[in-house]
């Protein structure tokens, strides 16, 4: 089956939307609150409205069925007068700060703008005024980058299946929070980060441990070692080309040494280690008739997970540490028995794919600072 996009023949799935077999198809569709999971859209942004032949309203093409040999027009001049018009109206009470803003030039916000020629505050609207909430040790929320985009909510309801945030409030109020305007540390956030990945703005962003990590390179008293967890390089492949993870990973390397880093460390190797532990804790529980089955504890979000939701599964959990702990413990025990660190103190910083380490390091201590794929390119832009 096939519907015809601006011109150009495109297949489709049985079910499959208009938004979703475009951008299969390499056509551009600007949307800010869709997700690209098989998560149903909540149409909340209106970016993707498109012209359907024989159809005299515009329609969402992240809820619309393609249909076969349906005609869509993308970018006729209707589509983009309304699509600008509604820009123009999100960035009415947007606070005017891009260039001290976290997602300065990698704000989806600011790229539909400049993709769509908006270059004037035609209205001006209420500026909101939220409280920021510092209170998680992994996330920080600004209700006032808020678009109401809801992919946010999409993604901790719908994907995570943890439901700590919803819209809250009501009119110019509206919000997005945990509720009765609690701080996140107190609902039942288990810091996975996926908010933050999803959000189009920096509404929800990590806590940043960049200037602490900066702080410590440049303290001559401080022996600032860095952990690497085996996604990073993997991740950090998307963007810096690269012929393998292996090579990736001894690129890494390299540049946190040149960016002062004293030593640099695999997480894999304690990623070994904790499944050593594992193993030996499974086969105990096997001969002398532990609870079963057994489910690993190297993800601090999927341990926050169970104990918030469902702590019925607890008993089943490993006991072990996670590999960033065991690593941290070792490299802060053992480390400076084989190597003179000169006096200084031992800086830990992780480097980790999770926001849920954070919390973990927050809790358990060994790991000082715990930098996120996001925070690794921003390190480096430092020096
Ligand atoms: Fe379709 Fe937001 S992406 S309404």
Redesign the pocket.
Known sequence: MSLVVDGKEVQFAPGETV?SASLRAGIKIP????LDWACK?E??????LVELEGVPRLQ????MEAKDGQKVRTRSPRVQAVRRNIVELLIANHPNDCLVCERNQNCELAQVASELGVREHRYRGLKKDHPLDLSSPSLVRDPNKCIL?GRCVTVCHQVQGVGAIDFIDRGIKTHVGPGFHDGINVSSCIFCGQCTRVCPTAALMEKSHVSGVVAALADPNAFVVAQIAPAIPATLMETAQSSSVRTMLLRLAAALKRAGFDAVFDTGFAADLTIMEEVSELIKRVTTGGTLPMFTSCSPGWIQYVEKHRPELIPHLSTCKSPQQMAAALIKDVYPKHRDLGGKRLVVVSLMPCTAKKAEAAELGDVDFVLTTREIEELFKRF
């Open positions: 938004l949307h800010l609150c869709s859209s149409a909340a942004c209106r970016m993707c969402t093409s992240c809820t985009c």
